[in-house]
């Protein structure tokens, strides 16, 4: 048997996933305001070092749409020569959460709250990249983006410059949506891939008024952080983006190896493995002055679609980078801007989760409230407090739905008033019991019967008990009080609370 026996299989994926990376690596550079082989430098770090490591096999690492919003807000707040200190600490902060057991964790977070988080950096996205579409400077914020957009096209369509830069954008998402009509030979070709061939093509035969890609060499862009930017650690601020980094880039990576993993038959992931390899990465795209990187879907997919097996897939892919970035640099200088703008406005609509919120609507109406307000949160704050947000709703929902408890008062006018309360006693819904249970006649025995609950916190305890004592100091007779045991039979044992 041969020693690699999915070498074939492997090489030709691995070539697959290095087309599709090549613009979204530029793309999600340019968009994130640093030159574009930065984006090339942490691809090839997602080959070659995280490709490298055990977890998931089959998913591929990279710069992230996803994270283009975080990245652009700390490059503008702490500068490009602060990001590389943030990505590492991040790494660092990702290795520590993977030794220490926490990466499975990750799958507990709610989904809602991922998928507010996909839709709010969607939303900002497309915004944002209408404005380099066009030619145009964006606004800082989410909210100024989305605001400003019928502006934007005004002033667009007063200046040709502009419109034929916005059409160079529109025909780039055109090609990539027609793209997957056409035969199944020509689509061995990636959509974006061949949209930004076409927009480099008729931006050069017609002479075009376009912003293209600025180049600065893999040499030149490879800057390990100085001590100065160390001494941005001292800035408070500093570290919400940094954890906001390792946070979001985690979850990322967790769920998008969980997606993976329902595409391929072949070994599980590993998620404490895969946050190592994650941090690992980003340790060392940090030292390099790099983006940081996330498992990345898109080219994750088209990974396993084209047939890998192996770990040998991604591992390649990040070569084709290396040797694409050193040889020919300059073929990205004529890649003109509003093309990438247009892949990034596809792959921020494809974020927004247009299905799941119609599906939650009409069966969790709960959970798709988190997924808007998170969403709108990012969209009117920013990103690390409105997923924040998001999280918080999600604890309060579970919180509030996990104390349901129903009270049930049965008073046949004669004799004891009884009184059954099922469900879950904690104090989020203690002032509803005692309102109900203070409304029952003073001058009536009564008797309450508590097996019915799965849980009676120490605070509703306590709150009953001196209920209990102050009725029956008014009353004719001491309540009496029946608990379930710890038997299998269920039985109940009385309790009396005698007045003082």
Known sequence: MPKYPYLKQDFLASIVVFLVAVPLCVGVAVASGVPAEVGLVTGIVGGLVTGMMPGSSLQVSGPAAGLTVIVFEAVSEFGVGTLGVIVLIAGLLQLAMGFSGIGRWFRAIS??????????????????????????????????????????????????????????????????????????????????????????????????????????????????????????????????????????ASAESLFSAAAVDRLHDGPRTQYDKEMIAQGTGNTVCGLLGALPMTAVIVRSSANVNAGARTKASRVLHGVWLLLFAAALPSALALIPIPALAGILIHAGWKLIPFRQVAALWRGHRGEALILVVTAVSIVAVNMFEGVLIGLGLSVVKTAWEASHVKLEVVDKGAGPVQAYLSGNATFLRLPKILDSLEALPQDRPVELDLSGLHHLDHACRTALENWAERHSAAGTEPVRMTVATASSTGAAEPVRATAP
């Open 111 to 248: 989904v809602s709250v991922v998928e507010g988080m996909l839709c709010g950096i969607g939303l900002v996205i497309i915004a944002g990249q209408v404005y380099a579409a066009a030619g145009l400077k964006a606004p800082e914020t989410g909210i100024d983006k989305i605001v400003g957009l019928p502006e934007a096209f005004a002033d667009a369509f007063r200046s040709s410059d502009a419109l034929a830069s916005l059409a160079i954008g529109a025909g780039t998402i055109a090609v990539i949506l027609l793209w997957t009509r056409l035969p199944k030979a020509v689509r061995s070709v990636p959509g974006a891939l061949a949209a930004v061939v076409l927009a480099t093509v008729a931006s050069l035969s017609f002479d075009l008024p376009v912003a293209t890609v600025e180049v600065e060499g893999l040499l030149g862009v490879v800057q390990p952080p100085g001590s100065d930017a160390f001494g941005e650690l001292a800035d408070p601020a500093i570290w919400g983006t940094i954890v906001a980094f390792a946070l979001i």
